[in-house]
């Protein structure tokens, strides 16, 4: 149990984006820019109540450096009944469009009859709260080619942001990225900043995580996934652990549910670079919950059955890791400051649980279709 453990949560963490980084050494990025042409874009904006920020978003869609000729503004409303509507409402003579969609149906569906509404040759999605770079769109498009069918942004993290611990994770996961793309291909979107070509976009079931599913099924009809590091959004962190925690949680339960309708894809028969990419990034991650468990119990009984210094100097080197954790979440109860030394880890084992609680929800038979919009209105 102790090597099982042990080896799943080095391998998730660390192995991982080290094999990718010695792949990357020995072959060259198969990837080729397109040449100047500007296709015709649809910028879809997700809105559900998201008052406090829509117009900041669409004043910053409005100044991205893209031909207004081929940029199109759609920002959809999941039956907000706050005044999104009516702000968005206001932009209309700037050529911003509403697509206002009663039944709080999801985000997921509200993206399939949006995408089924426009005609341009890509599908650009984003949450109200990401803030845009002026030449993000033109690198997003830049990465196209005919075997890239979705291109993935840059998401950071502004440094007024109040969970060290997100911006941290955001970074690591970051690096993670360049190196599957120059792999093979990302496992994942980013429900901030992604685009899809108009003719590769397969429509998602609405209890579906797009951003995950959407990327999934074009790799399962043959495309890639690619990452354009250039095009940047940016957000605040979540106001609060709490928040992050109840985020994580929502992602984390839709993923698993999700993850089921692609299981050909881990299959290592069918592709086997993506299959090992998918459960190296996603299954075995989502897992480490039990497997810090695991090598935690497997530890103490190696210390009191075979008491050599080797266990012993693990347990104790466990033991001082959820210490300064400890020191994180009083800190954090409390609201007092803390360093990056605990409160990272503090963050970890929270992202951890909440990998937990999204398994056992999946387990339960849960899932989540619709979303709701935070203090500082993030989706």
Not at 6 to 23: D, R
Not at 31 to 36: E, H, I, K, M, Y
Not at 151 to 162: A, I
Request: aromatic letters at 14%; glycine letters at 6%.
């Amino acid at each position: 149990m102790f090597l099982l453990s042990g080896f799943a949560l080095v391998h998730t963490y660390f192995l991982y984006p080290i094999t990718l980084q010695l792949w990357t050494r020995f072959v060259s990025d198969r990837r080729a820019l397109t040449s100047g042409d500007r296709p015709s874009v649809a910028l879809i904006i997700a809105a559900y109540n998201e008052e406090e920020v829509i117009a900041e978003k669409i004043e910053n869609s409005l100044q991205l450096e893209y031909p207004k000729n081929e940029l199109n503004i759609v920002v959809f409303s999941d039956a907000s009944d706050d005044r999104t509507d009516e702000i968005v409402e206001g932009y209309e003579d700037e050529g911003v469009s509403l697509v206002r969609i009663e039944g709080r149906v999801g985000k997921t569906e509200c993206q399939n009859r949006v995408a089924d509404l426009v005609d341009e040759e890509i599908l650009v999605f984003s949450d109200a709260n990401s803030m845009y770079e002026p030449d993000a769109i033109s690198e997003l498009v830049s990465r196209f080619t005919s075997e890239v069918g979705c291109v993935v942004g840059e998401l950071q993290y502004q440094k007024s942001s109040d969970v060290e611990g997100e911006s941290v994770y955001w970074r690591y996961e970051s690096w993670i990225k360049r190196l599957e793309s120059r792999f093979y291909s990302l496992v994942t979107g980013n429900g901030s900043i992604y685009a899809v070509k108009a003719d590769s976009y397969v429509p998602q079931p609405a209890d579906a995580i797009s951003d995950f599913t959407e990327p999934l099924s074009i790799v399962r009809n043959g495309g890639r996934v690619v990452y354009a590091p250039g095009a940047v959004a940016w957000e605040e962190t979540e106001s609060s652990t709490a928040d992050e925690l109840q985020r994580r949680v929502r992602i984390v339960t839709r993923s698993w549910n999700s993850i089921v309708r692609f299981r050909d894809l881990l299959s290592p028969f069918r592709n086997t670079r993506f299959a090992y990419q998918l459960w190296s990034h996603k299954v075995i991650r989502w897992l480490s919950p039990m497997f810090l468990f695991g090598v935690l119990v497997a530890n103490i009984g190696l210390v009191l059955l075979a008491p050599f210094a080797v266990f012993e100097v693990m347990l104790a080197g466990q033991l001082l890791f959820y210490l300064f954790a400890t020191a994180g979440w009083a800190a954090d109860r409390f609201g007092i400051e803390d360093s990056i030394a605990t409160h990272v880890p503090f963050y970890f084992l929270q992202a951890n649980y909440g990998l937990f609680l999204g398994f056992v929800d999946f387990i339960r038979g849960n899932n989540i279709v619709t979303w709701e919009t935070s203090d500082r209105a993030k989706e």
